[in-house]
């Protein structure tokens, strides 16, 4: 089977390196893909977001299977493109991923299906939801309700900063669309967790914990990801059974019952506090970097999630961890999540050994060199019996890699660490 990966990040890279050790898989490609993951799978060029480019190229190449990774490609409806085609496809159709798409499409989801969130309310007036913000007198959170590439949301700290978000995300239009959700603030341990479903059943992984901020002890601007380790010791086997029951099953059945049945990936990031999950947002696709310690963790082959998922039949797929713990350290260009230069030579990385797996973010290959090519620049990956111990060997590696303004938080998994 020729297997083509969509995407350019180190979610990509961890699902290509992945997908190539399945027996099943004759060759993957990947479209764009990265310096690294040129080196296991075929890059093609193109635009995730070009629909009839990425067609035109799984024809051209004889593509049996296509595993879309990024969020904007599937809301614009790149899975529905391809099946139309007769392309097999892994992730949601369009309605699906309007459960990321759309905040205010996933609340009042929730809302219907009687899962535990935040109390909200939609806007689509800017004057009527700075009245609102400035009446409250409570920290509030504001989110634009589309796609805003993790710059969307503003956990404002009071009406000033809260209105300021309106302005920005409605009066400017910072993100396309000027309807904005506000909610109520959640408290307690921020936590990911997926699911995989066919539309009728679904299958568990394993629950994450991302570091959203860029500073060690969480401080700093929010960015995209700095690290995840998994399993983060809040999600207890009770609490797990919570979430399941609360949260994934109302949700999936009640995408069943409107007649949109949910395929794909189901990214849920929870609050958790006092051992109850809140949902503060759904994402239709894996996380990025909790999807590099998934893979990391998986046993054995991860080929017949993705296509049970895709062919509408889980059934006899069960979820196999080769490795208790796993921990992604991001090494990312400096000034991020701000102001940042590329094309920043990459050193050190012939000399990563087994004890680690540098995937690739943000990178482009110049001749023999590797360089710099976005904010997040690579998630060095590794697992252990412990998270200390994994957490060992992933910082062991990325002292080991070198370029011109790398940082990257010493932190992660510090909720689980002895140390």
Same mark, same amino acid.
């Given at each position: 089977?020729?297997?083509?990966?969509?995407?350019?990040?180190?979610?990509?890279?961890?699902?290509?390196?992945? *997908?190539?050790?399945?027996?099943?898989?004759?060759?993957?490609?990947?479209?764009?893909?990265?310096?690294?993951?040129?080196?296991?799978?075929?890059?093609?060029?193109?635009?995730?977001?070009?629909?009839?480019?990425?067609?035109? #190229?799984?024809?051209?190449?004889?593509?049996?299977?296509?595993?879309?990774?990024?969020?904007?490609?599937?809301?614009?409806?790149?899975?529905?493109?391809?099946?139309?085609?007769?392309?097999?496809?892994?992730?949601?159709?369009?309605?699906?991923?309007?459960?990321?798409?759309?905040?205010?499409?996933?609340?009042? *989801?929730?809302?219907?299906?009687?899962?535990?969130?935040?109390?909200?309310?939609?806007?689509?007036?800017?004057?009527? #939801?700075?009245?609102?913000?400035?009446?409250?007198?409570?920290? *509030?959170?504001?989110?634009?309700?589309?796609?805003?590439?993790?710059?969307?949301?503003?956990?404002?700290? /009071? #009406?000033?900063?809260?209105?300021?978000?309106?302005?920005?995300?409605?009066?400017?239009?910072?993100? +396309?669309?000027?309807?904005?959700?506000?909610?109520?603030?959640?408290?307690?341990?921020?936590?990911?967790?997926?699911?995989?479903?066919?539309?009728?059943?679904?299958?568990?992984?394993?629950?994450?914990? /991302?570091?959203?901020?860029?500073?060690?002890?969480?401080? +700093?601007?929010?960015?995209?990801?700095? +690290?995840?380790?998994?399993?983060?010791?809040?999600?207890?086997?009770?609490?797990?059974?919570?979430?399941?029951?609360?949260?994934?099953?109302?949700?999936?059945?009640?995408?069943?019952?409107?007649?949109?049945?949910?395929?794909?990936?189901?990214?849920?990031?929870?609050?958790?506090?006092?051992?109850?999950?809140?949902?503060?947002?759904?994402?239709?696709?894996?996380?990025?970097?909790?999807?590099?310690?998934?893979?990391?963790?998986?046993?054995?082959?991860?080929?017949?999630?993705?296509?049970?998922?895709?062919?509408?039949?889980?059934?006899?797929?069960?979820?196999?961890?080769?490795?208790?713990?796993?921990?992604?350290?991001?090494?990312?260009?400096?000034?991020?999540?701000?102001?940042?230069?590329? +094309?920043?030579?990459?050193?050190?990385?012939?000399?990563?050994?087994?004890?680690?797996?540098?995937?690739?973010?943000?990178?482009?290959?110049?001749?023999?060199?590797?360089?710099?090519?976005?904010?997040?620049?690579?998630?060095?990956?590794?697992?252990?019996?412990?998270?200390?111990?994994?957490?060992?060997?992933?910082?062991?590696?990325?002292?080991?890699?070198?370029?011109?303004?790398?940082?990257?938080?010493?932190?992660?998994?510090?909720?689980?660490?002895?140390?």
């Amino acid at each position: 089977m020729k297997v083509l990966v969509v995407g350019s990040g180190a979610r990509e890279h961890a699902l290509a390196w992945k *997908l190539r050790r399945s027996p099943e898989v004759k060759q993957v490609f990947c479209l764009p893909g990265n310096a690294g993951t040129r080196a296991i799978a075929t890059n093609l060029a193109g635009s995730v977001n070009d629909l009839d480019a990425v067609l035109k #190229a799984v024809k051209a190449n004889g593509i049996d299977f296509v595993v879309v990774g990024p969020e904007e490609p599937l809301v614009n409806g790149l899975v529905d493109w391809l099946r139309e085609a007769g392309v097999l496809a892994f992730g949601p159709d369009r309605q699906g991923a309007q459960l990321e798409g759309s905040k205010s499409f996933s609340k009042e *989801l929730m809302a219907e299906a009687g899962v535990p969130t935040a109390a909200f309310k939609v806007f689509e007036d800017a004057d009527q #939801a700075e009245a609102y913000v400035r009446s409250a007198g409570r920290p *509030l959170v504001v989110k634009a309700d589309g796609l805003a590439a993790g710059k969307g949301v503003v956990v404002a700290r /009071d #009406a000033d900063e809260a209105a300021a978000a309106i302005d920005h995300i409605m009066r400017k239009k910072a993100f +396309g669309s000027p309807k904005v959700v506000i909610e109520e603030t959640l408290r307690g341990q921020e936590v990911s967790y997926h699911v995989v479903s066919d539309g009728e059943r679904y299958v568990a992984l394993a629950p994450a914990q /991302d570091h959203k901020r860029v500073g060690d002890g969480d401080k +700093g601007p929010n960015t995209g990801g700095m +690290g995840a380790y998994s399993p983060p010791p809040v999600v207890t086997a009770e609490v797990e059974q919570k979430i399941l029951q609360r949260v994934i099953e109302p949700t999936l059945a009640t995408m069943k019952k409107r007649g949109t049945p949910f395929r794909g990936t189901l990214f849920v990031g929870l609050m958790i506090e006092d051992g109850e999950p809140s949902v503060r947002e759904f994402n239709t696709r894996f996380g990025d970097p909790e999807c590099e310690v998934l893979m990391a963790r998986w046993d054995g082959d991860v080929l017949p999630l993705l296509l049970g998922s895709a062919r509408g039949d889980l059934s006899g797929v069960e979820t196999k961890w080769a490795a208790p713990c796993a921990l992604s350290v991001v090494i990312a260009s400096g000034g991020y999540p701000g102001a940042y230069e590329t +094309g920043k030579h990459i050193q050190g990385l012939e000399n990563v050994g087994a004890e680690a797996v540098v995937f690739h973010a943000g990178t482009r290959a110049d001749h023999q060199n590797v360089l710099t090519a976005g904010g997040r620049v690579l998630a060095v990956t590794a697992t252990g019996q412990t998270i200390d111990e994994a957490a060992a060997r992933a910082y062991a590696v990325a002292h080991q890699v070198h370029f011109d303004g790398a940082q990257y938080r010493r932190d992660i998994g510090h909720h689980a660490r002895s140390r």
